[in-house]
């Protein structure tokens, strides 16, 4: 794990889709608080969560809509990013199986319910969590956090040179 800039990490993974976001007919809104969110993290299992979250919002907008994504650090120094779809939304009897390993909706050709399960372990092994809130309808919203990377201060090591004890003989 190395510091990795999370927004740096969403937008990549943006622009591999913006065909499909343009196919599929979904307007999308970014909003990066910040310029740069740093987190100590491992940058393709976070691309990974987050072309899940993506490509499970591009799915459940089956005939266009709005992706939002936001993105910051809040007062506590945890890196939120939030992403919501206006979809169809996650019946309230499934919401609590969501992140279980191959549990999905989708039908047998379009996805093997490990998305989501793959997504809260990454999510989790990087010190992380993952909510999520929705209503039939009007989408879904998952919520991330993450502890905000700090570079601890270094210390400023003064050079001296040893002494040289002369003698004269």
């Known amino acids: 794990m190395r510091e990795i800039d999370l927004n740096a990490v969403i937008t990549d993974v943006l622009s591999l889709l913006e065909h ?3 196919t599929h007919r979904i307007q999308l809104r970014k909003h990066m608080e910040r310029p740069s969110v740093p987190v100590l ?3 393709y299992k976070l691309q990974q969560v987050f072309l899940n979250l993506v490509l499970n919002a591009r799915d459940a907008m089956e005939s266009g809509g709005t992706l939002a994504i936001r993105s910051g650090v809040d007062h506590a120094g945890l890196v939120r ?3 919501a779809d206006s979809g169809a939304g996650i019946p309230p009897e499934n919401l609590a199986r969501i992140f279980d390993p191959f549990f999905t909706t989708k039908t047998a050709k379009r996805g093997t319910g ?4 793959v997504s809260y372990g990454i999510v989790k092994e990087h010190g ?3 909510e999520v809130e929705s209503e039939l309808g009007a989408g879904a919203r998952f919520e991330l956090s ?3 990377f700090a570079a601890e201060p270094k210390l400023e090591t003064v050079f001296r040179p040893a002494q040289r004890n002369e003698s004269t003989v």
Do not use: A, H, K, N
Request: aromatic share 10%.
């Open 146 to 148: 993450f502890p905000e």
């Open 41 to 43: 993290g491992t940058e």
């Open 128 to 130: 992380g969590d993952i």
């Open 81 to 83: 990013v939030s992403v």
């Open 114 to 117: 490990l998305g989501l399960s």
């Open 20 to 22: 499909q976001f343009r």
